[in-house]
């Protein structure tokens, strides 16, 4: 498991406590703003968790829009975090009451962006971690591994999962990970309502900023 020195964490809270603005949204492959930082993408099943993630990350509450409708949010939106990493906030998928030709539309921008982005260094894979690993998901991990997309998994709504359970999830994360070849080793437990387990993310991202 990686470990991280105190510096590191210094140089991650300047980071993220710094300037970070919206500055982008793409709803179609051909909209998509040029590649100037590298990017971290979050993804995941509706509901997930995305945007409440990237608030807490950033420490602002209304950076990335929470939607308490599922599948509501349909743009890449690109957040331009101190001009060193672009957060990238990508739609859900898997939701059920999205119309079949609508969540189609979604997979498709949402694809194109996860196969041809060159300055994509992490994908950030969200699991809700009451929820656990569900088909949809896996299909997500299998285009990354085919299109060799370096990808994490974060459990999200830890502090909702009884702590009787955490360690077994945990353990679930990490077989299901060692599965796959694209893959980073490392399970990150998250609760963005607690700011917990915050601060082993944003050393693992500001390392995969720019100078």
């Known amino acids: 498991m990686t470990t991280h020195q105190p510096q590191d964490a210094e140089a991650a809270r300047k980071l993220f406590a710094g300037p970070c603005g919206f500055v982008w ?38 950076l990335a829009r929470v939607s308490q409708t599922p599948g509501r949010t349909r743009d890449i939106n690109f957040f331009d975090l101190g001009g060193r990493l672009m957060l990238v906030d990508l739609p859900g998928y898997g939701y059920a009451k999205a119309s079949k030709q609508l969540a189609a539309e979604w997979q498709d921008v949402v694809f194109a ?6 300055n994509l260094r992490r994908v950030l894979l969200l699991l809700d ?76 991202l500001a390392a995969l900023a720019a100078p």
């Not at 703003?33 to 997930?48: I, K, M, T, V």
């Not at 949809?136 to 370096?150: K, N």
């Not at 999830?169 to 990970?177: G, K, L, T, Y």
């Open 129 to 204: 971690a009451r929820r656990g690993m569900m088909p949809a998901d896996r299909a997500v991990m299998a285009v990354l591994d085919e299109a060799a997309v370096s990808y994490g998994l974060v459990l999200t709504k830890w502090d909702a999962l009884a702590d009787r359970d955490h360690q077994a999830a945990r353990a679930n994360a990490e077989s299901e990970i060692r599965r796959h070849t694209a893959a980073y080793p490392e399970v990150f437990a998250t609760s963005a309502r607690r700011a917990a387990g915050l601060d082993s993310l944003k050393q693992h």
């Open 113 to 118: 962006y996860l196969r041809g982005r060159a």
């Open 25 to 62: 949204g793409a709803r179609s492959a051909d909209s998509l703003p040029p590649q100037r930082l590298p990017e971290a993408a979050f993804a995941g099943r509706s509901n997930a968790g995305k945007s409440s993630l990237i608030n807490a990350l950033t420490g602002r509450r209304t």
